[in-house]
């Protein structure tokens, strides 16, 4: 997606509906988000105003030659997260703000000298270490003058892909990635267990917001506070997913995928 001139540009996103609703949007990561056209994607889908690697170099927030792991690290990441947010907030307008941490990345992550050693192996450090970052984090913003108005979203993107840290683990576990909302203006209705996917997590982050969804459903997704079933709980994960991987000319029109010249 990163030789393309748009991405799926006739589909409504998230980013999409917090712009037509006032928000300034922003997303940050301490990587070129020019890979796999995620720049592209955000600037084309609610205006989102993206601070990256290349960003920071040119705005003077990161050293001239300063280059660690993907870019910077989750420490400077956040620092730099802080004062954004502060200055966003003083504007008392919407916002919405996305961060992407990379230290928990394969292989191996990437361990700052101020991260405890209180495992034997480098990755369960790593681990510890972005899990406390994050929980310093939010901490922060939970003394912002902000923070009754905003909701917090914590999710993993996918499970770890590093190559050998599961290996003793049971093959029938089922490894999940994280999910936590902090400060939800909407009430689940269902307290029990549910079986959902990413996909759900559109809506779910709207209701999250007081958004009213008309069924309760956007796209393939269920909004998770109501008792509408999602696709998973409907028709099981080995269907979904043999369905999914079929091709769709409904989504190879929507993508318009223009072929590089070689």
Not at 95 to 101: A, E, G, Q, V
Not at 146 to 170: P, Q, R
Request: some cysteine.
């Amino acid at each position: 997606m990163s030789t393309q001139k748009h991405f799926f540009e006739n589909i409504t996103t998230l980013g999409d509906i917090l712009d037509q609703h006032g928000y300034h949007n922003f997303v940050m990561q301490g990587s070129d988000m020019t890979f796999a056209g995620t720049e592209l994607y955000f600037r084309e889908h609610g205006n989102v105003s993206p601070i990256d690697y290349k960003y920071c170099l040119k705005n003077g927030l990161i050293p001239n030659d300063y280059y660690v792991w993907w870019g910077f690290e989750d420490q400077k990441l956040f620092d730099i997260a802080k004062k954004q947010i502060l200055l966003e907030s003083s504007k008392n307008e919407p916002f919405s703000f996305i961060i992407y941490t990379s230290d928990t990345h394969m292989e191996d992550g990437y361990l700052s000298d101020f991260c405890p050693k209180e495992f034997n192996d480098k990755y369960s450090n790593v681990i510890n270490c972005s899990s406390m970052q994050v929980d310093n984090f939010v901490s922060w913003i939970k003394k912002q003058h902000f923070y009754e108005n905003t909701t917090i979203v914590i999710i993993g993107d996918h499970l770890t892909m590093d190559s050998d840290y599961c290996s003793n683990i049971e093959q029938n576990y089922k490894r999940k990635t994280f999910l936590s909302i902090l400060n939800s203006r909407t009430i689940r209705k269902n307290n029990t267990n549910r079986i959902f996917s990413t996909f759900d997590l559109f809506p779910t982050i709207l209701a999250s917001l007081g958004v009213k969804i008309e069924g309760n459903k956007l796209g393939l997704g269920t909004n998770l506070y109501s008792n509408e079933p999602t696709l998973l709980e409907i028709f099981g994960e080995e269907l979904v997913n043999s369905s999914l991987s079929q091709r769709s000319l409904f989504m190879e029109q929507l993508a318009q995928i223009q072929i590089p010249e070689s």
